[in-house]
């Protein structure tokens, strides 16, 4: 099992510029999710979804999409990138929403210019 | 409102140092409070998840205990390799994640 992998690794983008975040899981997870995280300020939610083609919006959701079409990925949309995106994201899975652990990936840091 | 309060924010031990990480939370009905362990540049790694006031748990220098209202993480004789941000976690009332505490960065120094 490779768990949860994300792609890119780093990725530097000029203002204004699009991209997405890739993220899959081979553990067969209904619960996927994207978080944030700013330093000092912890994991915060961005968007999660209860399963294939279901979604909804976490606490700072505005300035990105998702879409869950498969039950293995979880890609993340930045449209309009601003220099206040610039974080590290991590995406995370679990079978059971609020009782079993989150399996978190090895994160993207990103940068906006 | 959920809330979950860490604290130490940063912690500097020496090797062997014994001591204990707080996380305090308030939430309507508790379903298990997680703790994880984050290297730099890396994703939280899963340690423990206790789920009632009294239970403890244990895996090698840490222990991981819970009460009504917090949650402590006592580390005994720690390593250099024990240096790393620990995280705790709870699930957010009425929804389908979990809320994060900002974390305490422990640093062992040899």
């Known amino acids: 099992n490779a768990g949860v992998t994300q792609t890119p690794k780093f990725r530097i983008l000029k203002i ?6 890739q993220c899959t899981q081979d553990m067969n997870h209904n619960y ?9 300020m912890g994991l915060k939610l961005i968007y999660y979804s209860v399963g294939a083609g279901i979604t909804d919006k976490g606490e700072v959701p505005n300035g990105y999409n998702v879409s869950r079409s498969t039950t293995e990925d979880f890609p993340l949309r930045l449209e309009l990138a601003a220099p206040s995106q610039t974080s590290v994201y991590f995406c995370a899975s679990t079978l059971q929403a609020r009782t079993d652990t989150q399996y978190f990936g090895p994160g993207t840091r990103l940068t906006v210019l | 409102e959920d809330q979950v309060t860490q604290s130490p924010e940063a912690l500097r031990l020496q090797e ?4 204990s990480l707080n996380c305090s ?7 298990g409070l997680f ?14 998840t206790l789920y009632s006031a009294g239970e403890e748990k244990e895996k090698e220098r840490l222990k991981a205990t819970l009460t009504k209202k917090e949650s402590f993480l006592h580390i005994t004789a720690p390593k250099p390799e024990d240096s ?4 705790c976690a709870v699930p957010k009332t009425g929804a389908n994640n979990l809320f994060f505490g900002t974390g305490t960065r ?5």
């Open chain 1, 32 to 40: 996927m999710y994207w978080y944030r995280q700013d330093p000092g």
């Open chain 2, 84 to 87: 790393a941000t620990y995280l």
């Open chain 2, 25 to 31: 939370y308030t939430v309507s009905g508790l379903r």
């Open chain 2, 35 to 48: 703790w994880y362990r984050q290297d730099p540049g890396k994703g939280p790694e899963f340690l423990f």
């Open chain 2, 106 to 110: 422990l640093t062992v120094i040899p």
């Open chain 1, 16 to 21: 204004g510029q699009s991209m997405t975040l």
């Open chain 2, 16 to 19: 062997g140092e014994s001591s």
